[in-house]
């Protein structure tokens, strides 16, 4: 089965997410940033639509454990989609309340086959699975934008400072 999963990433990444459905659910590519390495880490998951939003459930065939993706979200929520050709930057997290049963609802209608846990708050005994997380489409905030701004101003001056005495000392001039 692993070699399988494997072929399938494989597959998810040469075709950046074009062919990847599998059963009634389709699949996407994503790729979160490792919480220990700090490296990219891909995994193929199962999703549906909500509006704009793709909706993943942390779930290893209905086993109650942590995944590493879902532990990698959760260290850092901002993440790439690969779907359908196109590379999404995408921010994570959980659904909650009615929300979470909305969305649930929906994937077990989309695939019947997939099994419920119910979370730690609804009485599971051994801490039950993740609530579906949403994958939306990340917004770059004014401050975000205006930090990146600034940090590329700073090197621009610095590369100016150091072309100036570049020629200077090219010059036979010293700057003090």
Known sequence: MRLF??????????????????????????TTKGRK?????????????????????ASYAGEDRDLAWWK???AHPEADVTVAGKRIRVRARESEGTERERLWTR???KDPGVRRIPAADEGASCGGGPPPDR?????TSGRMLA??????????CEWCVFLVRSAC????????
């Open 5 to 30: 999963w494997r072929l399938h990433r494989a597959v998810m990444r040469l075709t950046a997410g074009r062919f990847g459905r599998v059963g009634p659910m389709d699949a996407l590519l994503l």
């Open 37 to 57: 390495s700090g490296g990219p880490r891909d995994v193929v998951l199962f999703y549906i639509r909500d509006s704009d939003a793709y909706i993943v459930v």
């Open 72 to 74: 990698n979200l959760k």
């Open 107 to 109: 994937i077990v209608q």
């Open 135 to 139: 994958l939306e489409h990340a917004q």
């Open 147 to 156: 930090e990146r701004l600034l940090a590329s101003y700073v090197v621009l």
């Open 169 to 176: 000392f090219c010059s036979g001039r010293r700057s003090q």
